[in-house]
C-alpha cells in the first residue's frame, strides 16, 4: 500500500517534468530549423538582385582605388551603377575610373580628397549635388603600420586625428551630405554600407584606437538604421574578419582570408537580410564563435597575445 503511494506520487511529480523537456526539446528544435532556414537564405540563396540601379542612377564608394573599395566599386559598376569613386590619389582614381568605363562602360566622376582632413566636405557635397545616388559604401579606413601600445605609437596626435577623421569622421560626414542632397527621402529607397571590421566587436589590444573606431562605425551604423528603416533606406554595418589587401599585407588568400572581389561578391548578397553582418560565410562563423562561444575576456587576451607576437616579430625584423 505505501509502495503504491509512493510509485503514484513519482508519477505525478514525473508528468510535469517531462511537460518542461518536451517544450524545451521542441523549442530547440524549432530555435535550430529557424537558423538553418535563416542560413540558408542569407548564405546560399542570398538577396543579390536588391542592388541595381532601381536604387538610383549613381553608386558612390570612398577609398575606392585599392582593397576591398575597388572590389565595391567594380562590382557595382558590373550591375550598371555610374560610379562616384572618392580617394585620396587623383591617379590611381583615374586608372581605376578608366578600368570600371572600358570594362562596364559606365559613366565615372572622381573626387580626389585626403579624409584625414577635416575640411573636404564642401568639395565633396559640391561634387555630389544633383546626383541621384542609389547607393553609398563608406569604405575608406585606415589602420595600425603594425601592433603597438597606445603611449608607443609614433606621433600620437597626429595618429589619432588622422584616424578618428578616417574611420569616423568619413562615415558620418559622407552619410550627411548623401542624405541632405539627394531624395533619397523623397525615393524611400537608398542603401549604405558602412565598413566596420571584427576588430569592432570587441576590443583588440595593440589596436586599439582602431578597434575602438571601428566599433563605433557599427554603432553608428545600427543606430542610423533604426532611425531611417521606416523610410525605406537600409543602412548595413559590415564586420568583415581578415581580407587579403594592402592594408593586412595577405599575399596569398586562403578561405578565411579571401581576396577583396570574393569577399564582396558574397557581401552583397547579404544587403537587406542582415543589419549587421560579417559579409562572407566563414567570416559569420568565426563571429559566432568569438561572441557567442568564446568569453570575450579569453578573445581579447588572446588577441594582445597575438598582437604582442607580431609587434615583436615586426620590431625585430626593423632593426
Ligand atoms: N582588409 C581587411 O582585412 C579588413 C578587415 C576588416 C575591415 N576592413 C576595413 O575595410 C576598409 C577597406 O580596407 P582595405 O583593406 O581594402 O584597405 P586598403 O587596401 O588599404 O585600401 C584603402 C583605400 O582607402 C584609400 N585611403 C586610405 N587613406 C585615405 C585617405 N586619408 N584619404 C582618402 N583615401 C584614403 C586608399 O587610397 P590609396 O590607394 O591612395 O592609399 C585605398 O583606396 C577599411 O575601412 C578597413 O578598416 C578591412
Known amino acids: 500500500m505505501k509502495w503504491m503511494n509512493v510509485e503514484e506520487t513519482l508519477r505525478g511529480a514525473e508528468e510535469p517534468l517531462f511537460w518542461v523537456g518536451a517544450f524545451t526539446v521542441a ?5 535550430l530549423v529557424y537558423r538553418l532556414l535563416s542560413g540558408f537564405r542569407i548564405w546560399v540563396l542570398g538577396n543579390g538582385k536588391l542592388l541595381s540601379p532601381k536604387l538610383g542612377k549613381w553608386a558612390v564608394v570612398t577609398g575606392a582605388t585599392d582593397g576591398i573599395g575597388k572590389s565595391y566599386a567594380e562590382e557595382l559598376a558590373r550591375r550598371g551603377f555610374a560610379m562616384m569613386l572618392i580617394s585620396r590619389s587623383q591617379e590611381k582614381l583615374d586608372d581605376v575610373a578608366r578600368m570600371l568605363q572600358v570594362l562596364y562602360n559606365v559613366e565615372t566622376k572622381t573626387i580626389a580628397v585626403d579624409f584625414g582632413k577635416s575640411d573636404i566636405y ?3 557635397e559640391a561634387a555630389l549635388a544633383g546626383l541621384e545616388v542609389g547607393v553609398l559604401v563608406n569604405n575608406v579606413g585606415v589602420s595600425y603600420s603594425y601592433p603597438e601600445y597606445y603611449l608607443h605609437i609614433p606621433d600620437l596626435e597626429n595618429f589619432i586625428s588622422n584616424m578618428i577623421n578616417v574611420n569616423m569622421t568619413s562615415v558620418c560626414q ?6 541632405f542632397f539627394f531624395p ?19 576590443p583588440v589590444p595593440l589596436l586599439t584606437v582602431y578597434s575602438a573606431t571601428k566599433a563605433f562605425v557599427d554603432f553608428f551604423s545600427r543606430g542610423l538604421q533604426e532611425e531611417y528603416r521606416r523610410q525605406g533606406i537600409i543602412i548595413q554595418s559590415v564586420l568583415p574578419f581578415f581580407v587579403a589587401t594592402k592594408m593586412t599585407r595577405i599575399r596569398k588568400p586562403t578561405l578565411d582570408k579571401p581576396t577583396p572581389d570574393r569577399y564582396v561578391a558574397a557581401e552583397l548578397s547579404t544587403v537587406g537580410l542582415q543589419s549587421q553582418t560579417n559579409g562572407y560565410f566563414p567570416h559569420a562563423i568565426m563571429g559566432w564563435v568569438t561572441t557567442k562561444l568564446v568569453p570575450s575576456s579569453i578573445v581579447i587576451f588572446l588577441g594582445a597575445r597575438m598582437n604582442r607576437l607580431q609587434r615583436t616579430g615586426y620590431l625585430q625584423r626593423r632593426r
Open 27 to 31: 523549442s530547440l528544435a524549432l530555435w
Open 122 to 124: 564642401c568639395r565633396i
Open 174 to 179: 559622407v552619410c550627411n551630405s548623401v542624405f
Open 184 to 202: 533619397f527621402f523623397c525615393r524611400s529607397k537608398g542603401v549604405i554600407l558602412n565598413i566596420s571590421s571584427a576588430s569592432g566587436m570587441y
